[in-house]
């Protein structure tokens, strides 16, 4: 994740994926995602036009992927079937559900993804329930975009459940809005979910 959210989600920093360097609090002066990306790629600023990064710095050689991504892409030292009480997950037909509950933890993050990344199996589409949880960290929103891609590429659909205000603002903020959509309940949730309109591209 390269645009780092932060700790209240109402305001996001540009960090380069190459040297660390942090552009702070770019919401106050430029509004949203792709208003800063405009500014900072005309700057010498390179990589991806999503949120999610990986970017680099005019110093900096573009990185294949970002920090957040480079985490998560080793190998997990614990088992990905491990239990969280901050995750659970139901299997609804061809969809995966997964409920996040209070404040994840870095842990969580890596669960996650070892459990998105793996053998999709027959579910198609994804569903992730918010509303147990205040905000979304940058780790979490990065674990989610490429969750939510991987399921574009088999021809499937993602969205999020319950979205808290600030969750819904954040995402709107980062340009994620459209990746992640949400809907106030499962049912339209489900039914956009299986909805015979093609996946937007
Ligand atoms: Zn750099």
């Not at 499937?156 to 979205?163: E, I, K, N, Q, Y």
């Amino acid at each position: 994740m390269t645009a780092l959210l932060s700790s209240d989600g109402g305001d996001f920093s540009l960090v380069c994926d190459g040297c660390g360097r942090v552009v702070g609090n770019l919401a106050g002066s430029l509004g949203d995602w792709a208003t800063a990306w405009g500014l900072f790629s005309q700057d010498g600023w390179r990589g991806s036009e999503l949120a999610v990064g990986p970017h680099a710095c005019g110093r900096c050689a573009a990185p294949p992927s970002g920090i957040v991504a480079r985490a998560l892409d080793r190998p997990s030292l614990t088992p990905a079937g491990r239990p969280s009480p901050r995750m659970v997950v139901q299997l609804l037909s061809d969809v995966r559900a997964i409920y996040l509950r209070g404040d994840l933890l870095p842990a969580d993050d890596a669960r996650l993804w070892d459990l998105l990344s793996g053998e999709p199996g027959p579910y198609r589409h994804l569903m992730v329930d918010v509303s147990g949880v205040r905000r979304l960290t940058s780790a979490t929103v990065d674990v989610l975009v490429r969750a939510s891609r991987r399921a574009a590429e088999r021809g499937g659909r993602t969205c999020l459940v319950g979205a808290a205000p600030a969750i819904s603002d954040a995402l709107r903020m980062l340009c994620l809005d459209r990746l992640l959509p949400g809907h106030a309940d499962q049912l339209s949730a489900l039914e956009w979910l299986r909805g015979a309109h093609p996946v937007p591209c």
